[in-house]
C-alpha cells in the first residue's frame, strides 16, 4: 500500500466532500499519522472509512466524523482541552497539535496503556491521557475551554457542561441508534447553553454513561 496516496486519497475523497474544508484541519490530518495509532491487525483499514475495531469493544471513530468535530470545535493554542474516551490516541493527538493542554480520561486501563504509548512516540508532551470514568469529568483540572466526547452518549450530564468555562464548547455523538445527531453546545452564560445539531450520525457508546432517565408510572 502507498500510504501516502492512501492519506491523500481520504483526505480529499471522504473528508473534504463532508465540508471540511478548514486548511489548517486538512494540513493537521496529512502530517498526524493515524496509520500509527491503528492496532497492527487493522493498518490495512487506517485510512479506510470505517471504524476501527479497538480492544474493550471500542473502536476509531470514521475519519470524517473524527475531522468535522475537529473542524467546528475551532481548537486555539491557548486553549485546554479534555476529551473522553482515549481510544487509541489519535483525536488526542489531533488536539495536541491545536491546544496547550489535552487530558484525555479513559475508562479501559488497556486502552489507556495503549494511547499513552502511542502519543509518546508521537512526541505529544502537552497530552495526558487519565484512566479513569470520564462521565463526571475532571473537575479538579476545569474549567475547560473545550470538552470532546469521542464516542456516543444517550445525553450530555449536567455534570460535564458545568466544567465548560464561560464561552466554552463542547462536542458529543447525541442519541440512541438508528439515528444520532452530533452536537456543538456552548456554554453562553452561567446556567445558559446553546445546542447546535452538526450532522446526523452513529458511533459507538462511550462506557460509563448513564442511560437517559424514563418516567415510570
Do not use: Y
Request: glycine residues 8%; hydrophobic residues 45%.
Amino acid at each position: 500500500m502507498n500510504i501516502e496516496q492512501a492519506r491523500f486519497n481520504m483526505i480529499e475523497q471522504q473528508i473534504r466532500p463532508w465540508d471540511v474544508l478548514d486548511s489548517s484541519v486538512l494540513q493537521l490530518l496529512a502530517v498526524v499519522k493515524r496509520e500509527d495509532f491503528v492496532p497492527p491487525s487493522c493498518k490495512a483499514l487506517a485510512f479506510m472509512d470505517v471504524e476501527i475495531p479497538l480492544p474493550g469493544g471500542q473502536c476509531m471513530l470514521v475519519p470524517r466524523v473524527e475531522a468535522r468535530l475537529l473542524q467546528e470545535l475551532k481548537v486555539a493554542r491557548h486553549e485546554k482541552v479534555l476529551e473522553v474516551g482515549a481510544g487509541s490516541g489519535f483525536m488526542a493527538a489531533l488536539l495536541g497539535h491545536r491546544a496547550q493542554r489535552v487530558i484525555s480520561l479513559e475508562i479501559n486501563p488497556e486502552l489507556a496503556a495503549l494511547a499513552t504509548a502511542n502519543l509518546k512516540r508521537a512526541g505529544l508532551s502537552n497530552v495526558t491521557v487519565r484512566e479513569q470514568d470520564g462521565a463526571k469529568g475532571f473537575a479538579a483540572e476545569g474549567p475547560f475551554d473545550v470538552i470532546l466526547l469521542s464516542g456516543s452518549v444517550a445525553e450530555v450530564p449536567a455534570e460535564l457542561l458545568n466544567q465548560l468555562k464561560l464561552g466554552g464548547r463542547l462536542a458529543a455523538i447525541v442519541g440512541d441508534e438508528p439515528v444520532m445527531q452530533a452536537q456543538l453546545i456552548q456554554r453562553v452564560g452561567e446556567q445558559d447553553f446553546r445546542t447546535t445539531n452538526l450532522f446526523d450520525t452513529v458511533a459507538p457508546r462511550l462506557q460509563g454513561f448513564a442511560p437517559v432517565s424514563a418516567f415510570s408510572f
